[in-house]
T-cell receptor, first 114, second 115 residues
Framework: DAGVTQSPTHLIKTRGQQVTLRCSPKSGHDTVSWYQQALGQGPQFIFQ???????QRGNFPDRFSGHQFPNYSSELNVNALLLGDSALYLC?????????????FGPGTRLTVL | GNSVTQMEGPVTLSEEAFLTINCTYT??????LFWYVQYPGEGLQLLLKATKADDKGSNKGFEATYRKETTSFHLEKGSVQVSDSAVYFC??????????????FGQGTILTVHP
């Protein structure tokens, strides 16, 4: 049973560029959440997707956008990158309405903005 | 809004010592509470959870009890091992109709266990 997978593992971009991160949820899960984890900090919620729609959003600017596909996989897009966007980006999947809606995390994508 | 506060770290222990990592929370409604662990260079792994008051979550020798009266969810282990060295995060998922929503995390506690 495959867990949550994310790609790429590492990414280096320069300020002003755009980046797309990808996530495949755990088998049987239908909901994907994205988190940003700055170095030495706890993860911060960016947004959550269910049924291909953004259901909840954290305190992040519109430069952060996402998408969920019919197969439940998801993308996180960040435009006009800033140095402060350097972080580990974590994807978590869960199943709404299941016996447990615990979120399971992927290994993350390390984004470095130069 | 919801918030989670963890004890200041880092925590350094000798193997077989007793571990306590304190976690308190502020939330409306009836949140679910979680402990996640992060090993170096990896994502977060769920360690244990509790969904209602007085529930005890347990896994791999770790335990935590959901105390609504003290709004706490302290993590304990009776005898730590070197392999327990990691960063531990306390988190909550809000109640009050947001059960499927975001997790709010504490700042994390670094645990180092020496042989």
């Amino acid at each position: 049973d495959a867990g949550v997978t994310q790609s790429p593992t590492h990414l280096i971009k320069t300020r002003g560029q755009q980046v797309t991160l990808r996530c495949s949820p755990k088998s049987g899960h239908d909901t994907v959440s994205w988190y940003q984890q700055a170095l030495g900090q706890g993860p911060q919620f960016i947004f959550q997707y269910y049924e291909e729609e953004e259901r909840q959003r954290g305190n992040f600017p519109d430069r952060f956008s996402g998408h969920q596909f019919p197969n439940y996989s998801s993308e996180l897009n960040v435009n006009a990158l800033l140095l402060g966007d350097s972080a580990l980006y974590l994807c978590a999947s869960s199943l709404i309405g299941g016996k447990t809606d615990t979120q399971y995390f992927g290994p993350g994508t390390r984004l470095t903005v130069l | 809004g919801n918030s989670v506060t963890q004890m200041e770290g880092p925590v350094t222990l000798s193997e077989e010592a007793f571990l306590t990592i304190n976690c308190t929370y502020t939330a409306t409604g009836y949140p679910s509470l979680f402990w996640y662990v992060q090993y170096p260079g990896e994502g977060l792994q769920l360690l244990l959870k509790a969904t209602k008051a007085d529930d005890k979550g347990s896994n791999k020798g770790f335990e935590a009890t959901y105390r609504k009266e003290t709004t706490s969810f302290h993590l304990e282990k009776g005898s730590v091992q070197v392999s327990d060295s990691a960063v531990y995060f306390c988190a909550l998922r809000g109640g009050g109709g947001t059960s499927y929503g975001k997790l709010t995390f504490g700042q994390g506690t670094i645990l180092t266990v020496h042989p």
